[in-house]
């Protein structure tokens, strides 16, 4: 391996630093959850390995715990996780030069998080291949170690929500959010698709709440014009 490869998975690795730092107590919150729910280490580890989506797994969780039938749970973790065939669509643009192996890499261990950091990377022109791949490769890892770490702590922490590990997953999405809204047609995309999906989460309408608030969103930031000058902003 060459010096520039190297350098590649060095830059991978840095860009993983922000996402680990949440990833360790949101992987760490699910095994334990999985643990109180009586699932075994082995399905809890299978399923960051095959199913690797955070939101779905809390998903699935929750509805084993409810006693909900395996119909039940794959649908709904189809609707939860239906947005990534629009993250994939929105990256693969930047994805031409690639090789087939390289976009089935990055596709199949792609999450809201590495999604957010490609989008930055690869609008400003960073399509560095081998960190990409790096990025998502290390992310998957923690995130399958993490859960697994979490499963055994459960037996020694029997209220996850004191230390406030039930609001992780969420804390996150925010905090990857943030960087975003500094556009009124993004500031007002994410507030409708969120009072949106807030709503429907509230009618009842359960996996598709999420699904409808992001098109909704997604909409809304289309039809506001951007000021053009400064004299218009003001």
């Known amino acids: 391996m060459n010096k520039s490869y190297w350098t590649s998975v060095e830059r991978g690795l840095r860009w993983s630093i922000p996402v680990l730092l949440g990833f360790a107590p949101i992987g760490a919150a699910y095994g334990l959850l999985s643990r109180q729910t009586g699932i075994g280490v082995w399905h809890t580890l299978s399923m960051s390995l095959f199913v690797f989506a955070g939101s779905s797994q809390f998903v699935a969780v929750s509805m084993l715990q409810n006693g909900m ?35 089935v890499a990055l596709g199949g261990m792609l999450c809201d998080e590495a999604f957010a950091l490609h989008s930055l990377h690869f609008a400003s ?4 291949i081998t960190a990409a791949i790096t990025l998502n490769t290390t992310i998957y890892v923690v995130w399958a ?24 997953l969420p804390a996150m999405f925010i905090a990857l959010l943030l960087p975003y809204c500094v556009k009124r047609s993004a500031v007002l995309a994410a507030l409708c698709g969120g009072a949106v999906s807030v709503a429907l989460h509230v009618a009842g309408v359960g996996g598709w709440a999420a699904f409808i ?12 014009k951007e000021p053009e000058t400064e004299a218009e902003a003001k």
């Open 213 to 224: 608030g992001g098109l909704a969103g997604a909409a809304a930031g289309v039809f506001v």
């Open 69 to 103: 039938g395996a119909a039940a749970i794959i649908s709904s973790i189809f609707i939860v996780n239906f947005r990534h065939v629009l993250m994939s669509a929105s990256l693969s643009p930047y994805l031409a030069p690639w090789k087939t192996w390289q976009r």
């Open 145 to 168: 170690a993490t859960g697994a770490t979490g499963y055994y702590l459960g037996a020694l922490i029997e209220r996850p929500e004191v230390f406030g590990l039930d609001f992780a």
């Open 125 to 128: 022109g960073d399509t560095d």
